[in-house]
């Protein structure tokens, strides 16, 4: 794999373990050239292959986009790269046992927003609040009501 750093062809790999129950690989490498080091991961290419939007349209699915969403959501929050990406791996299994190879968007947003609201509750309600499209202040307020569980009411 090539250097991201230098573009030198030939690294080589220093450390190398499965995570996640065996599903990825993580590769530590070492570019020879310039001494940089950096990470890979291998995992399966599984999923849906479709996702529907709201108004009918199709894109190809996309891990990808589903990490950009979660990332936006958690910027400047106290959650790890490591944890963005577990997430998206357990909406990802989530979609195997639970969709077809056609998914909506909307069925996706859903799961995204029960994992984050488990890992941090801000960026759950960023996330709620662009997913569901809010427009008035009473719907942030419904969802940090909800949060705390009704308490107080
Ligand atoms: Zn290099």
């Keep these: 794999m090539r250097c991201p750093f230098c573009g030198y062809e030939d690294t080589r790999v220093i450390e190398s373990r499965t995570i996640q129950d065996g ?3 993580r590769r530590r490498r070492e570019c020879p050239k310039c001494g940089s080091r950096f990470t890979t991961y291998e995992r399966y290419e599984l999923g849906p292959a479709w996702v529907v939007k709201k108004d009918g349209r199709r894109e190809k699915f996309s891990r990808e986009k589903i990490l950009k969403g979660i990332m936006k959501a958690c910027e400047k929050r106290p959650v790890s790269y490591e944890d963005m990406e577990k997430i998206v791996d357990r909406v990802i299994s989530y979609l195997q046992k639970n969709a077809g190879k056609e998914v909506e968007s909307v069925f996706i947003g859903g799961i995204v927003m029960d994992e984050l609201k ?26 940090i009501h909800e949060l705390k569980g009704g308490e107080g009411k």
């Design 118 to 143: 488990k890992v941090d509750q801000v960026a759950y309600v960023r996330f709620a609040s662009v997913y569901k499209d809010f427009r008035e202040i009473d719907q942030f307020l419904d969802i």
């Design 23 to 25: 599903l990825v690989v």
